[in-house]
């Protein structure tokens, strides 16, 4: 349904931080009768921004009547699809469509959309960087940047990078990636899903939706939930599947020299394996989907290249921040399920202090035990409350501190570190126990760690 010629269209926008403000701008510039309601309180930021745009709107609670006079509702990742709110309007028959679903309708800019349960922040921003250093005019957008909509109606870009959530996904229609990238599948988030798990995967793979065949998929061709998948589904993209060493069909591999190989129809290269500046088996197939995705784009191989050697990485996602008394300090914040930190301690190769805890999503920690008994000399529990972790990894780990705070756990990894050691901070678990969010739980910890420094 494209509206930008019914100067009436009534479009309600729930939800007032980067996604809905941006819709709501999108919206007004578009001639749109458009209302905000957000029934928590909107940051400083945004309601200023509503208020020069001259936008209406409401925080605190949602007035029902205003709402459901919409002709269609942009609805926050952030709400579940089961909110009262959304089943009243889903009552009434009104369209309830995410803002990367609403942008799309008013731009023909090529989408690379990235997706998959862990690495698509790090994926997202090494493919921006990649496309940008070479000299695309390309826009981050999704989980990461700005908002879509906010862009598409003041800052439009030829490309856009664009991090998706199973959440934004659950909301799109029409929407179309010209290039899919699905990273992996492991169990996150199963409260939206009804606690199933099938439901998680079919809410992953709507990113395949209307793709044609001068589009490109490109995957994991180890993941055994893609791999079933992909055996129900039918699609006209082009596969470019990616995995750890050749295999049939890989499109990007490690061969026998170390080297990286990338194979698209448009561009073939190699690069050595411990050129690449992010370190992890992990970050390999994120620099492996990032690098076909680019080659996509008839950029220079040498451009290509320096730009996967030179990527910063991503805060809070194995980001390193001090060498104290020889000691290595690693944030990994964002780990904020088990998969998550498997990854980490994937990639650690020094003893590891590990900092666990939080609040729990239904964790089974048994998937990264073996991980833990092969690395990890010392367990550091922080959160409210560590009697899960304290009684699973008891028989297993014989240094364990019982913390309740982030002074306390950085206190504890002081004294069971050693030089040569590594401390990772890779929770597991979300953060809303001790802190505001994963960033403000892995910024406190970097300021913690830099005041140790004499």
């Known amino acids: 349904m494209d509206s930008t010629s019914n100067s009436k269209h009534r479009l309600v926008v729930l939800g007032a931080g980067e996604s809905g403000t941006g819709a709501a701008i999108l919206a007004k510039d578009k001639g749109m009768d458009v209302f905000l309601s957000d029934s928590g309180t909107i940051s400083p930021k945004y309601r200023k921004i509503l208020e020069e745009e001259n936008i209406p709107f409401e925080e605190g609670s949602h007035s029902m009547d205003k709402i459901l006079s919409a002709d269609e509702v942009v609805k926050s990742p952030g709400i579940p699809l089961d909110a009262p709110v959304i089943l009243a309007v ?14 799309g309708r008013y731009t023909d800019s090529k989408m690379v959309c990235i997706t998959g349960s ?9 493919i921006h960087h990649i496309l940008t250093e070479a000299g695309l005019d390309a826009g981050l957008a999704g989980n990461v940047g700005n908002s879509l909509a906010w862009q598409v109606a003041r800052n439009p870009h030829a490309v856009y990078v664009v991090e998706l959530s199973s959440f934004q996904l659950d909301n799109m229609y029409d929407f179309k990636a010209n290039v899919a990238v699905l990273l992996n599948i492991t169990p996150d988030h199963l409260d939206r899903y009804d606690y199933k798990m099938q439901n998680y995967v079919n809410a992953k793979f709507r990113i395949l939706q209307n793709m044609t065949h001068k589009d490109v998929f490109i995957f994991w061709q180890d993941d055994p939930v893609i791999t079933e998948q992909l055996k129900h589904i ?15 069909g890989s499109a990007a591999y490690i061969d026998a020299e170390n080297e990286l ?15 690449l500046a992010l370190n992890g088996l992990h970050n390999v197939y994120n620099s492996m989907a990032a690098g076909l995705s680019a080659c996509l784009f008839d950029l220079r191989k040498d451009d ?7 990527f910063c990485g991503v805060e809070h996602r194995l980001e390193f921040i001090a060498d104290i008394d020889g000691v290595r300090w690693i944030n990994d914040s964002k780990a904020t399920n088990v998969n998550s930190c498997w990854y980490a301690l994937e990639a650690m190769d020094r003893p590891t202090v590990l900092i666990l805890g939080g609040k729990d999503k239904g964790n089974d920690y048994s998937e990264i035990l073996p991980l833990v008994k092969e690395r990890v000399t010392a367990i550091v529990a922080m959160g409210k409350d560590n009697a899960k972790i304290m009684e699973f990894f008891g028989p297993y780990v014989s240094r364990m501190a019982d913390t309740h705070s982030l002074a306390e756990a950085v206190e504890a990894c002081r004294k069971f570190a050693n ?11 979300a953060s809303f126990d001790l802190f505001k969010s994963y960033e403000d739980r892995g910024r406190q910890f970097k300021e913690a760690v830099r005041a140790l420094i004499h």
């Open 261 to 275: 190989v990338l194979n698209t129809p448009a561009t073939s290269m190699t690069m050595p394996r411990a050129d």
């Open 118 to 126: 862990n690495g698509k922040t790090t994926t997202t921003m090494l």
């Open 234 to 248: 039918v699609t006209e993209a082009s596969l470019l599947p990616f995995s750890e060493h050749q295999e049939e």
């Open 304 to 310: 290509i290249r320096k730009a996967l050697s030179d």
């Open 419 to 429: 030089e040569g050691d590594t401390v990772l901070l890779s929770p597991c678990c």
């Open 90 to 103: 889903r009552g009434k028959n009104i369209p309830v469509i995410s803002e990367i679903e609403f942008a």
